[in-house]
Structures are given as C-alpha cells and as structure tokens.
C-alpha cells in the first residue's frame, strides 16, 4: 500500500491508494471538492518556503491530479485546470473525444508508462499543458489581496462618509427640512441596498477581476452596454476623485482664512491646494496598493474618532456662544436654520415672558423660542450661522472643533484616493478589451500586481482638469447622474440575467430578488431625471453614442452574456409560437437551403442567394461532406467558415453533412434542416458545368438531386455564371466550354476557388473574392423568361432583388410566350396581371417566334453534344436495346430522342431568342423544365445546358413548387 502527501503551503492534502493488482481506488469527486477548497491561492512569499523542495512536491501533486480514470489510462479524472476557461472548446490538458475513440491497448499502455516515468523523476521539470504558461508561482510574490474587512467595508464606509455628509448635510437639511432630508437618505438607502443585492449576485456567479461595475456589467449585458458604461463610470470615478478633493481644497481654504491667510483669492487659492492635494494622491497610489491600504485605514480611524465627536457634541449643554450661532441641542434635532453669531442677539427677560410672547412680538425664525432674535439678519439675509448658511455646522455642534476638521480632511482624502485608484483599474480593464480604438495604450501594467501606471497619469489630468472648476455643486450633479446611471445598469444586468434563465446563471448568493433588481434600475433613472435633467439627458446621450459604435463595430469578444442567452430564449420563443401560424400565400418566403459546399469556394452563389434572402427570409449553407474527405478535412473548418461568412456580412447558417454522394447529402439536408417553420422550401444549386466530361454516375446523381427537390414539394434555382467567377459544384472543376469555344472564358488555375476543402482553415478564413452580385448593377436590366407558370417564384425573386442597393435602378423586363396575332391582347393581361401583383415591371415583351425551327448550326452543336450519350442498338452485336438500356439507363436511345425532339429544339430556340435580347443584361431568369421521369439524365442536362449557354451575366433556371407565391387578394 503506498501514500502521496502534499505539504506545499496553500495546496490541498491529496491522499489516495494503489495497490497492484488494479487501478487506483480513489473518486474522482474526492479531488474536485478538494480542489475547489483551495481555488483561491494564497500569498507566498520566498521567505515562507523552501524553492527546490516545493516545486517538486508542487509537481508531484499535478502527477497525483493526473492520474488516468478507472475507465483509460488515456482518459484523466477531474482537473481544476480543465475547467479554468469559459470556452467549451478550451479544455486544458483533457484528450478529445476524438483520441479516446481512436485510442489503441499500445498507446494506453505508452501512456501508462510515460506517466510512470513522470511520475518516478525527482528532477524533472514541471508539467504544463497546451494553453498554459508554465507553472512558477513561487518564484515571485502573489498579488496583493486584501479579506473583506480592509478591503470591502472599510473601503464601503470611507465612501459612505465623504465630503457630501461633512460640507452639504446641512445645507440639504436646510432646504429639504427634516421630512424630505429623511426621505431623501431613504430614497439613496433603497438604491444603494438593492443595487448592493445585485452586485453580489452577479460577483458570485463567478469570478470577477478587475474592473469592478464596468466588469460585471459588460460581461452581464454584453459589450454594447459594458463599453458606454465602462467610459463612464471611469469618467465618473475620475470626476468624484476631483468632487472630493476640491472639498479638502475648501475646508483647508476656509481653515486658511480663520488665520487670514490668503494666497490669491478664494477660488485660486481652491484651485491651488486641490492640484497639489490630487498630486500627492498619485504619488501615493504609485506608491502601491499596499501603502493605499494603510493610508485608508488611518483615515477610517480619523473618522471614527470624528464621529464620536460629533455625536459627543451634540448630548453637551449648548453655551451661549452656540446658541448665538443658532446650536440649540436636541430641542430642536441641534441647530436652527438662520443665526447671526451676535452674542447680543438674546432676548432678555423671563422665560415666562418669552415663552407667552410678551417680548418675542415681532421676532422672526424658530430661535425667538430659545430666546433668541435673529430677526434683522434674516430679514436681511445677511446670516452667516445655521443650517443654511455655515459648512462649519458640524464642528461648531462637535465637543472639539478640529476634530470634525480632522474628518473632512480624512472623509475627502480618502474618498478621493480610493477614486484615483479604481478610475485607473476600471479604464485599464475597458481598454484591455479594445472595445475603442486609440485607448489601448492604457491597458499596460506594471509590476506584481499591474498597475495602470497610464492611467493613473490620465486619471489626474481629467482629476486636475476638474478641480480648476473649483466648484463643488456643479461637479456634484455629473457624478450623481454618472453614478446613478451605473447603479441602474448593475440592477438590470441582474434582472435580465435571472429572467433568461441561463443554465449558466447560478449566483452563489441567493438573497436577491429579479423584481427588486428592476425597481432599482427604474428608480435610478427617475432620479437621473428629477435630481438634474439635462446632466441625466448628457449622460443618455453619451451612452447611446457610445452603444451605436459598439453595436456597429461588432468587437470580437465573447463573454456569455445574458444578451446571449436573451437572444436565444427569443429565437425559441418565436420558432415555437411560429409553428403556430398556419402558412398563407402573404407570409410565403423563399428560405433557401444552399448547396455551396465550402461556402467561400463558390462566393457567387452565396452572395446570389444572399441579395434575396438577407433581412427577408433564411438561407442555410449546405456543404455536403464526401466520405473520403471527412477524415482529412481540418478541425477548424467549420468554425473558419462562419467567420468567412461573418466578414462577408452573409446571414447564413452553416451546415455540414456527411454522405457518400451529393444526392444523398441533399435529400438528408432537405428532411432535416431548420426547425419548425423556419424550415427550406427552396433548394439553390449551382449548375454542373463539367457535366459532358464526368462519370454517368455523377450525371444521375445530380439530375436525381433534382427529381428528390420536386418530389419533396422544394422550389428549385439553378445558377449558371458565366464571368469567370463560376460556380463549383460537388465534384471536380472543369471550365464548361458550351456552345462557343471562341468566347470561353480563361480560368486561373491559381485561383482561390480551385482550392480544396482541405485548405479551408489555411486561407478560407480571410479570402473575399467579389463577385458580380457584390457590384453596382446599374440601369442594367434583369431578364425574366416566364415561359410557365410556377406559381409566381420567377417573378418573386426578381422583385425582392430590386429592393437592395445595389439592384435598385435595374429594371425588370418580362418575356413572355405568344402570337402575333394576339401580341397585344398578351401582354395588356401580363401588364394587368403585374399591377395587381403590386409588382413593379413595366416592361413585357411578348415572344411571337418561339415555336420556329432553330438554326440549323445550334441544332448541330445541340446534337453533338448529346452524341456521346446516344444510344445505338447496332453498338454491340448480340445486345439487345433492353439490355444495353438497362445497363447505361443514362444513355439516350433513338427512341426516347425521336420522342423528345421537338422539346429539344424548343429549349435551343429559347436559347437564341435569350441571346438575341439580353446580350445587356445584369440576370437572366428562365423558367426551370421539369423532368419527367422518362426523360434521360443526360438529355435533361443537354436542355438545362443549352437553355443557358453562350450568356455573358449570371443566369438562373428556377422553378416554383406549382403553389401560389404571389397574390392579389388583401385576406
């Protein structure tokens, strides 16, 4: 029986057993709950342990952690390390899934001798993994970390007690009166305590670093929200740095002058002392954390001392030099609003006298009940004691003066040094997460614990910048609304989390309700608005801004947030009650699923599909997956494509599917993607442009796609492109030749589109080839050939292609078939037929010879090209035609051509009469042939090939389902 201890400081005790005749008996939930006791490690320093003896118990524990599973010496138990980042894919040292299902009896047992190995060497170095530095803590000291006495209630209670509570109280009480005073510390009770609710909520669903409200916010709502935030609450740290230090500036002003001392003036001498305060501020924050530290705590101390004073204060007998000054005890909850300081103000006489009203006729003010006439200085308005007019009150009340002095000077220093220090922390997180550019030269950090040495320069720039105002009250009203507007953001990133109901949102304190997170957010901005509106519209203002950058910036971060969640809760939310609504011709989008393979090998048809679909309706990017490709394609591809479609602003999903043909592929895709009724009702492929030089097997896998596209009730679009950027399809790339060798286009055999799927990750992720869906149609026009009805899907995609940008001063010419006799007739019912539509195509042209004869020279080529899969029954002596049939059913016998002739030579005069009139045109529509199932494969694509040959703009085949699109009924 052997046993493992760890005895390094801060580490947990692992202990298990092994014994040999099996694997270790141990559960793997001993180590989690083990570890998780000791996430948080604690300060070591180079004095408290010995170097060489704790790295190698250091290691020797992550072997002991290491240990394989009782499953396979491949497959680890619970690691801590494992789990450290918030990426699914991110998984530490874990083996994938892949490896464990590959993993061979010789590679575990490599495995469990190279842990052995390991795990027998004294010397050697320590074990790390793919995604993590190596192991060193000893060797420096931890960041400083303070418990949550110093480092949360003394900091909380410093900011409580700051130069507000010491220089205004009174002034407020002295306006507000005793009632609205009360309602007022109630009211901010409220928002602080709920918003107090929600921070701790949100910090303890998770760990959180620093930045503080900008961290839990942008990480809560998202970046769009945390980025304005994080610029603000950082400006309105920096402001409250200045608000508190221009109150010391005051008080020692005021403390000056009792000496007749002066300067300059009362507001230079303001503006002097607070630049050479906020100076030594810094001095001390650069100092370190450590010595801020200290700095708080003597303050505290200053201000309990000052406290008691004051509360001493207010139990002593008033003398009468306080009663002069309008102090009279707790007769009236201890001073009156007005008082002149005149000793000879008193009323003399007896109490009696005073109390009936005998000599207090004609006095003015809450003092003539104490015996005092302060009538003529209110009157006046010439007072300089009471409530309303002295910042003193609260050391004129105190048992000794220069104590209360003693706490302005410690409520405003500290106020201000804990503000110069959390501006910088909060502005070096937004800056490490480049929501903003240009402000990432503030995001570096020096020593042991980073500090934003930057920061804190811009920090006192902005600080000192604000203290020249040397104004207490008009700083005041920016920091409320900035701070309030904060406190509002934290309530509601509390409440939207807790209503997304994200398996993620699990906050360790429970003591918190989503409704109360509400109340405080709405409460916080009713009093953005009622304390000082236009600084609450500024603070709108500036946070819309900032949002609108963000949100049309879209930064590449990804922080879970409750927006996240959000979006998803509403995308099922909507997809269920969809399947509710029953489908209507109105409501009829073309949602597409795409055969585009790797969809930035074939960038025209994705970019086709997209000038339709985008904002309208769905497009799914189907790649179809061969079964010789699947284990050689890249890991990443999948992920590499999104972001190929993301940066080509492309609203598409991407869904690979592995098959062994492209029929297959497609009739799986068509069964199963989407969801509800965001489900494909049309499938777009690109046309087989090397169809003559492939395999017959190739042949009948395509032309089978399309027969599986009908018979699944699919709108079908074949697009053809012609410009040199043509389309892939699922087999190997020929440039197609048509019917006119001399104007083929010269394809480069460089050319990114050639490349294979097993490139992807290596240049698909930044390769953007524009294509002529991504150009300025123009005044070009969009052909239409609506040569049978389909339902009104030939007319529908032109349509909404004419509501984009780039195709919105094309116009839409309509072909359709006719006589010359009834020329006229036709086309007034097609231009009546259109309007009620609402569609606006003014231009129909009626075809009145296309049921003549083709030229003789295109039926030639028609019929050579077909040649090679006639079939002729005096090929091989001794065959039947059955047989030869049924052993090549691609192949097109004399019969079956003899009875599709005359539709063959339809399909090559439609060609020439397309040729003949849009030989300008920026797209060609043609009404897709269906095919019948006697119809030859190879002879199918003959006609869908001579349709579209010899065109020098994109051309598409299309075909609705034979259900109406379109409509001209209101209901």
């Known amino acids: 029986m052997g046993q493992l201890t760890s005895k390094h400081r801060g580490l947990p005790h692992v202990h298990f057993s092994t014994n040999d005749e099996g694997p270790p008996r141990y559960s793997p939930h001993h180590f989690v709950g083990r570890i998780q006791q000791h996430c948080e490690p604690p300060t070591i320093t180079v004095s408290d342990v010995d170097l060489s003896s704790s790295v190698s118990e250091h290691q020797t524990l992550r072997m002991e952690l290491r240990r394989p599973s009782l499953y396979s010496n491949l497959d680890l138990v619970p690691q801590l390390e494992n789990y450290a980042s918030s990426l699914p894919h991110l998984h530490g040292s874990r083996p994938s899934l892949e490896t464990l299902r590959r993993a061979s009896e010789d590679a575990e047992m490599g495995m469990e001798e190279t842990n052995a190995t390991s795990e027998s060497g004294a010397n050697s170095p320590p074990v790390t993994d793919g995604n993590q530095e190596s192991q060193g803590p000893v060797t420096q000291k931890a960041p400083v970390r303070f418990g949550w006495v110093v480092g949360v209630m003394v900091r909380c209670m410093l900011n409580i007690w700051g130069v507000i509570l010491f220089l205004r109280l009174s002034k407020i009480t002295s306006e507000a009166g005793i009632l609205l005073m009360w309602l007022i510390i109630l009211m901010?009770?409220?928002?602080?305590?709920?918003?107090?609710?929600?921070?701790?909520?949100?910090?303890?669903?998770?760990?959180?670093?620093?930045?503080?409200?900008?961290?839990?916010?942008?990480?809560?709502?998202?970046?769009?929200?945390?980025?304005?935030?994080?610029?603000?609450?950082?400006?309105?740290?920096?402001?409250?740095?200045?608000?508190?230090?221009?109150?010391?500036?005051?008080?020692?002003?005021?403390?000056?002058?009792?000496?007749?001392?002066?300067?300059?003036?009362?507001?230079?001498?303001?503006?002097?002392?607070?630049?050479?305060?906020?100076?030594?501020?810094?001095?001390?924050?650069?100092?370190?954390?450590?010595?801020?530290?200290?700095?708080?705590?003597?303050?505290?101390?200053?201000?309990?001392?000052?406290?008691?004073?004051?509360?001493?204060?207010?139990?002593?007998?008033?003398?009468?030099?306080?009663?002069?000054?309008?102090?009279?005890?707790?007769?009236?909850?201890?001073?009156?609003?007005?008082?002149?300081?005149?000793?000879t103000d008193i009323l003399t006489g007896n109490i009696t006298d005073i109390l009936t009203g005998n000599i207090t006729d004609g006095c003015v003010g809450l003092g003539c009940k104490y015996g005092w006439n302060f009538t003529q200085c209110i009157e006046t308005q010439s007072c300089k004691y009471g409530l309303a007019n002295s910042l003193k009150l609260l050391g004129q009340i105190s048992g000794f003066y220069y104590l209360i002095t003693?706490?302005?000077?410690?409520?405003?220093?500290?106020?201000?040094?804990?503000?110069?220090?959390?501006?910088?922390?909060?502005?070096?997180?937004?800056?490490?997460?480049?929501?903003?550019?240009?402000?990432?030269?503030?995001?570096?950090?020096?020593?042991?614990?980073?500090?934003?040495?930057?920061?804190?320069?811009?920090?006192?720039?902005?600080?000192?910048?604000?203290?020249?105002?040397?104004?207490?009250?008009?700083?005041?009203?920016?920091?409320?609304?900035?701070?309030?507007?904060?406190?509002?953001?934290?309530?509601?990133?509390?409440?939207?989390?807790?209503?997304?109901?994200?398996?993620?949102?699990?906050?360790?304190?429970?003591?918190?309700?989503?409704?109360?997170?509400?109340?405080?957010?709405?409460?916080?901005?009713?009093?953005?608005?009622?304390?000082?509106?236009?600084?609450?519209?500024?603070?709108?203002?500036?946070?819309?801004?900032?949002?609108?950058?963000?949100?049309?910036?879209?930064?590449?971060v990804n922080w879970g947030s409750s927006v996240q969640a959000g979006t998803y809760n509403m995308a099922l939310s909507y997809s269920v009650s969809l399947s509710g609504v029953e489908d209507h011709v109105?409501?009829?989008?073309?949602?597409?699923?795409?055969?585009?393979?790797?969809?930035?090998?074939?960038?025209?048809?994705?970019?086709?599909?997209?000038?339709?679909?985008?904002?309208?309706?769905?497009?799914?990017?189907?790649?179809?997956?061969?079964?010789?490709?699947?284990?050689?394609?890249?890991?990443?591809?999948?992920?590499?494509?999104?972001?190929?479609?993301?940066?080509?602003?492309?609203?598409?999903?991407?869904?690979?599917?592995?098959?062994?043909?492209?029929?297959?592929?497609?009739r799986y895709l068509m069964q199963a993607s989407g969801l509800g009724k965001l489900k494909p009702n049309t499938l777009v492929l690109g046309f087989k442009a090397n169809w003559r030089e492939s395999s017959p097997e190739s042949i009948n896998d395509y032309i089978n796609t399309i027969?599986?596209?009908?018979?699944?009730?699919?709108?079908?679009?074949?697009?053809?492109?012609?410009?040199?950027?043509?389309?892939?399809?699922?087999?190997?790339?020929?440039?197609?030749?048509?019917?006119e060798p001399d104007e083929a286009v010269d394809y480069d055999h460089n050319s990114p589109e050639r490349d294979s799927a097993d490139d992807i990750s290596d240049k698909g992720c930044s390769d953007q080839i524009t294509t002529v869906f991504q150009n300025d149609q123009g005044k070009k026009t969009i052909d239409v050939y609506w040569v049978a009805d389909d339902g009104g899907l030939t007319l529908l995609v032109p349509y909404l292609l004419t509501r984009r940008k780039r195709w919105r001063r094309s116009k839409v010419r309509v072909f359709i078939v006719g006589d010359e006799q009834n020329m006229e007739e036709g086309r007034n019912e097609m231009l009546a037929l259109l309007k009620r539509f609402r569609l606006d195509f003014n231009d129909v042209i009626v075809m009145t010879d296309s049921e003549r004869r083709p030229q003789a020279k295109n039926l030639n080529r028609f019929m050579d090209s077909v040649a090679p899969f006639r079939l002729h029954h005096e090929q091989q002596e001794?065959?039947?035609?059955?047989?030869?049939?049924?052993?090549?059913?691609?192949?097109?016998?004399?019969?079956?051509?003899?009875?599709?002739?005359?539709?063959?030579?339809?399909?090559?005069?439609?060609?020439?009469?397309?040729?003949?009139?849009?030989?300008?045109?920026?797209?060609?529509?043609?009404?897709?042939?269906?095919?019948?199932?006697?119809?030859?494969?190879?002879?199918?694509?003959?006609?869908?090939d001579t349709l579209t040959c010899s065109l020098h703009c994109p051309a598409v085949l299309i075909r609705g389902n034979q259900q109406n699109v379109l409509t001209f009924y209101c209901q």
């Open 878 to 944: 001794g065959v039947s035609l059955e047989e030869l049939k049924q052993s090549s059913p691609w192949k097109i016998s004399d019969k079956e051509f003899e009875a599709f002739k005359l539709k063959s030579e339809r399909k090559v005069r439609l060609n020439e009469i397309i040729r003949r009139n849009s030989q300008h045109a920026a797209l060609v529509l043609v009404s897709l042939p269906v095919p019948q199932s006697v119809c030859p494969s190879a002879l199918y694509m003959a006609w869908l």
């Open 406 to 556: 003693a706490g302005v000077f410690a409520a405003s220093l500290s106020s201000a040094l804990g503000f110069l220090v959390s501006a910088p922390k909060v502005f070096q997180c937004l800056c490490k997460d480049n929501l903003y550019p240009y402000i990432g030269f503030f995001a570096k950090g020096y020593g042991k614990n980073n500090e934003p040495l930057r920061a804190y320069l811009l920090c006192f720039v902005i600080a000192v910048a604000f203290i020249l105002i040397a104004e207490l009250n008009t700083i005041a009203a920016l920091i409320s609304n900035f701070f309030l507007c904060s406190y509002g953001l934290i309530n509601f990133s509390c409440f939207h989390a807790s209503i997304t109901n994200s398996p993620g949102w699990r906050p360790a304190f429970h003591y918190y309700s989503k409704w109360t997170a509400l109340f405080g957010a709405v409460v916080s901005v009713v009093l953005m608005l009622l304390f000082t509106w236009w600084a609450a519209l500024t603070t709108f203002g500036i946070i819309v801004f900032l949002f609108g950058y963000v949100n049309y910036n879209k930064p590449k």
């Open 707 to 739: 027969y599986d596209t009908f018979d699944s009730n699919y709108c079908l679009c074949i697009l053809r492109m012609m410009d040199g950027q043509d389309v892939c399809d699922q087999f190997d790339f020929e440039v197609n030749q048509g019917f």
């Open 586 to 666: 109105k409501n009829f989008r073309p949602q597409c699923l795409v055969l585009t393979g790797p969809p930035n090998q074939r960038p025209a048809l994705v970019d086709f599909v997209g000038s339709f679909t985008k904002h309208i309706s769905l497009m799914i990017c189907g790649d179809i997956i061969m079964e010789q490709d699947r284990k050689t394609r890249a890991p990443d591809a999948t992920e590499c494509l999104v972001k190929w479609m993301n940066k080509r602003k492309v609203r598409s999903f991407y869904s690979p599917f592995s098959s062994d043909n492209l029929r297959v592929g497609a």
């Open 188 to 343: 901010s009770t409220v928002v602080t305590s709920v918003t107090a609710l929600s921070v701790s909520a949100i910090a303890t669903n998770g760990r959180v670093v620093s930045g503080g409200a900008y961290f839990m916010i942008s990480r809560s709502l998202g970046p769009e929200i945390g980025g304005p935030i994080g610029v603000v609450f950082s400006f309105a740290n920096a402001l409250a740095c200045a608000l508190n230090t221009v109150g010391f500036a005051e008080e020692v002003q005021a403390l000056l002058k009792d000496f007749d001392v002066v300067m300059v003036d009362e507001v230079n001498d303001i503006r002097i002392i607070g630049v050479i305060t906020v100076t030594l501020l810094l001095l001390i924050s650069l100092a370190g954390m450590e010595w801020e530290s200290k700095a708080q705590i003597l303050f505290f101390i200053v201000l309990l001392v000052s406290f008691t004073n004051y509360f001493v204060g207010t139990f002593l007998p008033p003398t009468q030099e306080k009663q002069a000054q309008g102090i009279f005890g707790y007769r009236t909850s201890c001073a009156v609003r007005d008082a002149s300081g005149n000793i």
